[in-house]
């Protein structure tokens, strides 16, 4: 319920923004995109919070159900120039099964992922002869509180980490009728800056349903490698490991003003 409501209310609202007609348009002037979406990703990798590691494996179907709340969207600005952010927030629960860990036996338990992800960038559009190609560069910022609670033990494990990411990349659109449009978006970062190295790719088309208001469909790739507070033993309370490919399809409504 609450994922249906935070994506109900990114719907609403971007549906409350002023749009111009067509014919007003300036051709000169800056054009806006809002897209309210919802990534339905599954993960695969692993983590570690101090002493205890966690199969970050789930299908995009055990995601989906442990989903406490998601709220997705994405904004550009574009003229010459070109503007964008893009906002994942989300918490995720997954059961544990029983494990020993450095001979230490755990109890079945539940790991809880929240996470933060922004990204904005700002960059140059330009016209090729493949269509229209956006190139830019900016910060990918992450805010990740990972959690796992053992029945029957004692303590919870858990870390915290957030960090920024450089990022460069660009984005290809080719109308491929007037009511469809084929976009690929990928880019790189984080070059040891904050992550090791993550990149993401998203393939998107999207139909054209009037001339202001269109639906999407996508998939999206991205991948993270991050670790910090390694120290001397194995047992150091401050380790954070995320080392994690999220991938999905995904789903959204492109309202153009």
């Known amino acids: ?17 002023p749009v111009r007609s067509a014919a007003a348009q300036d051709p000169n002037a800056w054009q806006f995109r809002v897209v309210p979406y ?23 179907v055990t995601v989906v159900k442990g989903l406490d709340f998601a709220l997705e969207g994405y ?3 574009a003229k010459k120039g070109y503007l964008l952010a893009d906002t994942h927030i989300s918490k995720v629960h997954v059961d544990i ?10 109890t079945e338990g539940k790991f809880t992922n929240r996470q933060v992800i922004i990204a904005a960038a700002a960059g140059r559009r330009l016209m090729t002869h493949y269509g229209q190609l956006d190139v830019y560069g900016g910060i990918r910022y992450y805010d990740l509180d990972l959690e796992a609670l053992f029945t029957g033990f004692p303590f919870l494990f858990g870390g915290k980490d957030n960090w ?8 290809l659109l080719m109308p491929l009728t007037p009511k469809f449009i084929f976009a690929l978006r990928g880019d790189v970062g984080g070059f040891g800056a904050g992550s090791s190295f993550a990149w993401m790719l998203q393939p998107t088309l999207t139909w054209q349903m009037k001339p ?18 390694r120290g ?3 047992f150091n309370e401050d380790l954070f490991l995320y080392d994690v490919n999220h991938r999905g399809p995904g789903f959204g409504m492109v309202i153009s003003f």
């Open 97 to 106: 099964p029983a494990q020993t860990v450095n001979g230490v036996p755990f």
């Open 232 to 234: 001397p033993t194995p």
């Open 164 to 171: 920024v990411d450089p990022i460069v990349g660009a984005r």
């Open 1 to 17: 319920m609450k994922r249906v409501c935070a994506l109900s209310v990114a719907f609403a609202a971007a549906m409350l923004l």
């Open 212 to 229: 202001k208001i269109g639906a999407l469909l996508g998939f999206r790739v991205l991948d993270v490698n991050r670790e910090s507070g």
């Open 75 to 77: 904004v550009e600005a």
């Open 38 to 60: 919802l990534w339905a990703m599954s993960t695969a990798g692993s983590g570690q919070l101090g002493p205890v590691p966690v199969n970050l494996d789930a299908s995009t």
